[in-house]
Nanobody
Framework: QVQLVESGGGLVQAGGSLRLSCAAS????????MGWFRQAPGNEREFVAS????????TYGDSVKGRFTISRDNAKNTMYLQMNSLEAEDTAVYYC?????????????????????WGQGTQVTVSS
């Protein structure tokens, strides 16, 4: 099992930036990919971005492409989400996730059901 702890959320004005961090511990060597998801009140959990640990390939949700960047520091067992040009619609609880499963079809890394380990979430609020 992998333990995940998010940090970096907060309140920011529209147009501003935030960087979220996700620190992983435990059986991190077995992780094949990590991802960020978000959930606003009354909405389903939405895919934000994912990164494959082998090769570093990334995938982004349509609503964040060109504004958000996912990255990882393997030496620190930490994943990041740099969020720029934030909009009120980005307001949500952001969750970090990890999976041990390798999916040949990378579209699978966009699904919450593909991830076994989850953090507790960090609130991001964007004021307009």
């Amino acid at each position: 099992q992998v333990q995940l702890v998010e940090s970096g959320g907060g309140l920011v004005q529209a147009g501003g930036s935030l960087r979220l961090s996700c620190a992983a511990s435990g059986r991190t060597f077995s992780t094949s990919a990590m991802g960020w998801f978000r959930q606003a009140p009354g909405n389903e959990r939405e895919f934000v971005a994912s990164i494959r640990l082998s090769g570093g390939g990334t995938t982004y949700g349509d609503s964040v492409k060109g504004r958000f960047t996912i990255s990882r520091d393997n030496a620190k067992n930490t994943m990041y989400l740099q969020m720029n040009s934030l909009e009120a619609e980005d307001t949500a609880v952001y969750y970090c996730a990890a999976t041990r499963t390798y999916f040949r079809n990378t579209a699978a890394y966009c699904l919450p059901s593909s991830f076994e380990s989850w953090g507790q979430g960090t609130q991001v609020t964007v004021s307009s």
